[in-house]
Structures are given as C-alpha cells and as structure tokens.
C-alpha cells in the first residue's frame, strides 16, 4: 500500500462577499479533487483539542496521529529542530516574529513577509544590543525566527528562568488588536520579554531596511515579538507506531520539526515557498517520485493560510486551484498508474483560517479519504457544508490517522 497525505494549510472557510457567498472551496474549481471525494469517503475531523490553542503546531501533530494532549510541550521547539538547532532538555525555545505595529496595534503577523536576508539583518542587529544573559538568537525563513534560553544548562552564565507560567500570544491571532492586552504575562520572567519588544521598537524605528521598506511601500518590521514558548519534546517514532516509513513536503520549517521528531524524511524541493508563488508542480512531481521509496508522503502548502491571514480570498481560491492540477491530479494518476488501486489518499486543511477575521478557528475541518476500500454511500464533493452534511465524523483528530492507514483494508 501507498499512502499520500494532502494539507492545503488553513483552507477551510466561511462563505464569504467576496465570493458571492462562497467559500473558497466552493469557489475553486477543483476536478481533480471533487472527483476523488466523491468516489471516497468524506467527513469532518476535530484537529483542535478542546482547551488547546488552534494552531499548525496542534492541528498538523493531531491530524499526523499524534495526540497534541501527550505530545505537544510548545510550537518553538518543533520548528528549532527543523533549523538544526541542538537543544539541551532544559532549554526553552520561543519562536520570535518580526511583525508590524503601527499606533500599537497589530498590523501584521510577519512584517509584510519581509524576505529571509531582511530579517537576518534586523534579527543580527537587534541581537547586538540584548544584555540579557544564555539567550541565543537564530535567523529562520521570513519573519520567523527562534530563541534559545539557555540559562537551565549546567554550564549557564546565570540563574536558571523558569518560563512555566509564562502566557504569550500567537501575533496572527490578533490582527487589528491593541498590543498592549496580548503582551508577554506571567508571574517573574515575562518583564524580560516585554522590556526585548520595546528595545526591538526603539531600534527598528529608524533602521535602514525599514527606510527603505517604507519607500518601496512595504511594511516596516518595527518590532520582534515572542511567543510559541516550550521544551524539547519527546515522541514515538511513527514507523514504530505504524509500522511505515514516511517523508515530509513542506516549505515550512514547523511540519519540518515535527516530521524530524516522528522519524519522517524532509525532502528537499526546489521552489518551496510558504506563499502562492510556491512551486506547485514540483511538489507534485517529487511526491510522486517519493513513492519509490516511501510509505507515506505528505505535501503541505502554506499558501492557502497566508491568504487568508492576509485578508486576500482570491489568492486563496487561486492557491486551491493549483494544488488540484498540480498536485492531487498528477499524484492521483501516478497512483493509479503504479500501484493498481493499493493506495490511499487523504486530503484535508489542519484548519480553519477565515479571511473576514484574519485569524485561525477551531471548527472541526472538512477531510477526504479516497482508494482502496472507501466508497460512500453518498458521493460529496469536496466542501464544508457537504463534510458537515456527512455521517462520518471524527471527534479525536489524532485517531483519524489509524482509520486512513488501516481502516476497512480487510
């Protein structure tokens, strides 16, 4: 059996103006993919626990198969590993934005996707100026970076910091918000944080790369902001779960992390980006060539995410789009070609992200399930309204994946 695993990140939607009342599923023209929903098997699936944070981080570890309730300890640490970054067990890990406050409100999550070269610079710069001891900073890809407190090593500068009781927020969850009540908060260490986003404000103001962001109409990183803050998970490999070996599609360095925890191969694909002028064909085309010598392939695209935390329907629809032509039509066919009808495929969003409020919601989210032995008795295509009018719904996101591996095969 092959399997592939489909994730059009944040997807999923409300009908919206913009679309004559659509969402952007209904919207799209999809063939490709309505066509395998309706030979399959499709339903809703709770990727967001309840009383858990609706976030990739979450969403993808459940719908992975791995329970976010035992396994998840911070989104940080997960995409620290995807960077290389060594962690000591008493290491605590922040991911650190570059993002956009105008009058101090939230403008924008990642600085106007401000390039990787940019923000290396201003994250180089700002980290020339902090006083405060065992924390390390390192560049990522755009707007996203990482933090390193080292201070619980035996060989620390200083007293440990304990940032157990420390409350961050997501800056995408907050788009149009007033900082000020989404601050760092806690009890000791989160003075430390907030006093970094003021140092980062006064040193961004009049920085040369926002000089000159501004004259080319861009969005100005005017400060870094923490959040995402954890230790070094520990998880069980999913080989030695399920018994197969798995590789990752991803241009983002979060589904990196997780796959490197789970024993799953990052592969390397040229033109990956996070945003809609990724390479949509390549992605397709290395997934098939991945199942030459993998079990399971995943390809997740970010675009349709950044869409919709942009307040942009169109991008998103059109982000769809191209992965039914370039990815699920070509996988789909390469499937059928080479493995007579010993496959499977699962197609879902890890969650919703609305466009009118720019934010994630924990709505369970549509799924599709199409190949061997999964037939409904109803053809859908592949919508939120024709999931929700299903009768297959699954309350647990992380069981979702045994059912996809091994459901119904005998």
Same mark, same amino acid.
């Given at each position: 059996?092959?399997?592939?695993?489909?994730?059009?990140?944040?997807? %999923?939607?409300?009908?919206?103006?913009?679309?004559?009342?659509?969402?952007?599923?209904?919207?799209?023209?999809?063939?490709?993919? =309505?066509?395998?929903?309706?030979?399959?098997?499709?339903? @809703?699936?709770? @990727?967001?626990?309840?009383?858990?944070?609706?976030?990739?981080?979450?969403?993808?570890?459940?719908?992975?198969?791995?329970?976010?309730?035992?396994?998840?300890?911070?989104?940080?640490?997960?995409?620290?590993?995807?960077?290389?970054?060594?962690?000591?067990?008493?290491?605590?890990?922040?991911?650190?934005?570059?993002? +956009?406050?105008?009058?101090?409100?939230?403008?924008?999550?990642?600085?106007?996707?401000?390039?990787?070269?940019?923000?290396?610079?201003?994250?180089? =710069?700002?980290?020339?100026?902090?006083?405060?001891?065992?924390?390390?900073?390192?560049?990522?890809?755009?707007?996203?970076?990482?933090?390193?407190?080292?201070?619980?090593? *035996?060989? *620390?500068?200083?007293?440990?910091?304990?940032?157990?009781?420390?409350?961050? +927020?997501?800056?995408?969850?907050?788009?149009?918000? /007033?900082?000020?009540?989404?601050?760092?908060?806690?009890?000791?260490? %989160?003075?430390?944080?907030?006093?970094?986003?003021?140092?980062?404000?006064?040193?961004?103001?009049?920085?040369?790369?926002?000089?000159?962001?501004?004259?080319?109409?861009?969005?100005?990183?005017?400060?870094?902001?923490?959040?995402?803050?954890?230790?070094?998970?520990? #998880?069980?490999?999913?080989?030695?779960?399920?018994?197969?070996?798995?590789?990752?599609?991803?241009?983002?360095?979060?589904?990196?992390?997780?796959?490197?925890?789970?024993?799953?191969?990052?592969?390397?694909?040229?033109?990956? @980006?996070?945003?809609?002028?990724?390479?949509?064909?390549?992605?397709?085309?290395? %997934?098939?060539?991945?199942?030459?010598?993998?079990?399971?392939?995943?390809?997740?695209?970010?675009? /349709? =995410?950044?869409?919709?935390?942009?307040? =942009?329907?169109?991008?998103?629809? *059109?982000?769809?789009?191209?992965?039914?032509?370039?990815?699920?039509?070509?996988?789909?066919? %390469?499937?059928?070609?080479?493995?007579?009808?010993?496959?499977?495929?699962?197609?879902?969003?890890?969650?919703? +992200?609305?466009?009118?409020?720019?934010?994630?919601?924990?709505?369970?989210?549509?799924?599709?399930?199409?190949?061997?032995?999964?037939?409904?008795?109803?053809?859908?295509?592949? +919508?939120?309204?024709?999931?929700?009018?299903?009768?297959?719904?699954?309350?647990?996101?992380?069981?979702? #994946?045994?059912?996809?591996?091994?459901?119904?095969?005998?």
């Amino acid at each position: 059996m092959k399997y592939v695993i489909i994730i059009p990140d944040g997807a %999923a939607d409300g009908p919206l103006n913009e679309l004559d009342g659509q969402t952007p599923f209904e919207a799209a023209n999809k063939p490709f993919t =309505d066509a395998l929903a309706r030979e399959g098997r499709v339903g @809703t699936v709770a @990727t967001t626990p309840e009383g858990m944070n609706c976030g990739s981080d979450i969403c993808c570890m459940s719908l992975l198969g791995y329970d976010p309730a035992r396994y998840h300890t911070g989104r940080a640490p997960l995409e620290a590993a995807a960077l290389g970054i060594e962690l000591d067990p008493a290491d605590w890990v922040f991911r650190l934005n570059l993002v +956009t406050v105008i009058e101090q409100m939230m403008q924008d999550h990642s600085a106007g996707h401000i390039t990787s070269d940019e923000g290396r610079r201003l994250l180089e =710069d700002f980290a020339a100026t902090i006083d405060v001891p065992d924390l390390l900073l390192y560049p990522g890809i755009s707007y996203r970076n990482i933090m390193v407190d080292v201070s619980g090593r *035996a060989d *620390a500068a200083g007293a440990a910091r304990d940032w157990s009781k420390l409350d961050t +927020t997501p800056p995408h969850d907050i788009p149009g918000e /007033p900082i000020q009540r989404h601050l760092p908060r806690g009890p000791g260490q %989160a003075k430390v944080l907030v006093d970094m986003i003021e140092r980062s404000g006064a040193l961004f103001a009049d920085h040369e790369i926002n000089h000159t962001r501004r004259e080319l109409g861009e969005m100005p990183a005017t400060h870094i902001w923490p959040w995402g803050q954890g230790r070094r998970p520990s #998880m069980e490999g999913f080989q030695q779960r399920f018994g197969l070996k798995g590789a990752m599609i991803t241009a983002v360095d979060l589904l990196a992390g997780i796959s490197q925890f789970i024993g799953w191969d990052r592969l390397d694909v040229p033109g990956q @980006t996070s945003y809609h002028d990724n390479d949509y064909a390549a992605a397709g085309q290395h %997934a098939i060539a991945a199942l030459r010598d993998y079990d399971v392939v995943c390809v997740h695209v970010e675009a /349709p =995410d950044e869409a919709a935390h942009a307040a =942009d329907p169109s991008t998103k629809v *059109a982000a769809i789009k191209a992965m039914d032509a370039h990815i699920v039509g070509p996988v789909h066919a %390469a499937l059928e070609e080479g493995f007579q009808g010993q496959w499977r495929v699962l197609y879902l969003p890890d969650h919703y +992200t609305r466009c009118d409020t720019r934010k994630h919601d924990p709505h369970p989210v549509p799924f599709m399930i199409a190949g061997r032995n999964m037939r409904g008795l109803v053809p859908r295509a592949f +919508t939120e309204s024709d999931a929700e009018q299903s009768d297959l719904h699954v309350a647990y996101g992380h069981e979702l #994946m045994e059912y996809f591996l091994f459901g119904a095969l005998k």
